[in-house]
């Protein structure tokens, strides 16, 4: 089932409590609490991609086909989509024929699962949550051992979806800058 999104302008989302926690969270650098750490990973659940955001299909994703017509570069898609043609077809990090709804659905269970972990990111002033879970079925020929889901807590919408080739060494926090795990994935 695809979620339709509102469209959002920059720094919107930021008026969800979950992401004015995310905000303090980032900004006080004190750790979350178990039941924020569940507020954070539901909300985010629930948003999926930003349907209303149309991205440039850019050059990776050229030549694809996509529903019914080859795409051009200068073709504009919703942001789901221009990562699920990047990261399922053209890189085939998820199984041969995974369509576009399921990979969204995937997206879902990595935020959701119990056993993924959360890491909370900020950079120049935005803020960042990144989850990430065992791909095990749903590892592609080119896939890895974990699915990423990031999040734009500015955008109130998922910025990505994919399955990182360094697996948690992806992951290079910098601590003085408040980027930590919220929650670390189970082994």
């Known amino acids: 089932m695809r979620r339709q999104h509102a469209s959002s302008s920059e720094g919107s989302g930021s008026a969800h409590p979950v992401n004015r926690l995310s905000h303090e969270l980032a900004e006080s650098r004190r750790p979350a609490t178990d039941a924020e750490i569940e507020a954070i990973r539901k909300h985010v659940a629930d948003v999926g991609f930003d349907e209303g955001r149309l991205v440039r299909a850019g050059g990776v994703i050229v030549d694809l086909v996509w529903n019914g017509r080859v795409v051009h570069a200068k073709d504009q898609l919703h942001n789901g989509e221009v990562h699920f043609l990047k990261h399922v077809v053209r890189g085939r990090q998820w199984p041969p024929g995974t369509p576009y709804d399921e990979y969204v659905e995937i997206l879902r269970q990595a935020v959701s699962g119990l056993d993924g972990g959360g890491s909370l990111e900020s950079r120049f002033g935005s803020v960042r949550l990144s ?16 699915i990423l889901a990031g999040y734009s807590v500015d955008y109130d919408a998922w910025a990505t979806g994919y399955q990182p080739e360094m697996g948690l060494s992806h992951f290079v926090l910098d601590e003085s800058r408040g980027e930590r795990w919220l929650r670390e994935p189970i082994p």
Not at 131 to 146: D, I, T
């Open 131 to 146: 989850f990430v879970a065992r791909s095990f079925e749903y590892r592609g020929p080119e896939g890895a051992e974990l």
